[in-house]
């Protein structure tokens, strides 16, 4: 062989290994992330359902790590359609996209978050007429359309007004306005996770009231794409169903 030859050949064993290895690193991360489950949920998700799925699904799969990401569901979504997420737990709009498919799981339970010094604060339950002329906290319907709407729909049902005295975005700021007592709000049974000093949750008495009245939860993820990992935790949230459901 030839000088030339040689160079020739020494370059291309270099331009060969290189690629092998580039290879490698690509495969080594493309399966790095196909062992990681990206879940996205609301913040009453976050806080309730989430950590139960999770410590059961590490039991029966060890092997796939998750990663939790706490968001609205209006900013969840975006992610769900840019592959950024794997699954998300979101209250699911009238319209969803077509890329996306979803799965209704059960309604959540509402309470009423309230002041400990508040007149109501020793009751078991109340009713929405129990809260008549009480200044209420309210999550701006922009980003979160159901449980703004959750609210005023149950005293429009109950033939009153609602006395809105504060709005609020965050589930956080809202239960430290309670405890401020600027205030009371009907938030999901998971908040009082939060442990918020000097609230307490009433539950509501919604006997009577329409399905529509209450806290949809559902969980969405991107149509045609293969993930075993999501199937796995997909199929054990659908057996282990009823038993959240009981405890939402």
Known sequence: MTEDGLVFLEGAREILAKTEALQQRFHTSRQARADVLRIGAIDSAAAGLVPMLLHDFRQQCPDVSTQLSEDKTIRLIPKLLSGSLDLAF??????VDPKLKTMFL???????????????????????????????????????????????????????????????????????????????????????????????????????????????????????????????ILAMLQDKLAHYAELA
Do not use: C
């Open 106 to 232: 059960f309604h959540e339970t509402a309470v009423v978050a309230m002041s400990e010094n508040h007149r109501l604060a020793s009751r078991a339950s109340v009713r929405i007429e129990d809260l008549a002329d009480e200044p209420l906290i309210v999550p701006e319907r922009r980003s979160r359309p159901h449980s703004h709407d959750l609210t005023m729909k149950l005293f429009i049902e109950a033939g009153l007004q609602a006395r809105v005295a504060q709005l609020a975005e965050e589930k956080q700021t809202i239960v430290n306005l309670v405890a401020a007592e600027i205030g009371l709000a009907i938030v999901p049974q998971w908040t009082s996770r939060l442990a918020v000093s000097g609230v307490r949750y009433i539950a509501l008495d919604m006997e009577g009231m329409a399905a529509m009245n209450k806290l949809p939860l559902s969980v969405a993820w991107l149509k045609g794409v293969r993930d075993p990992g999501r199937d796995r």
């Open 90 to 95: 979101i209250r699911a709009p009238d319209i």
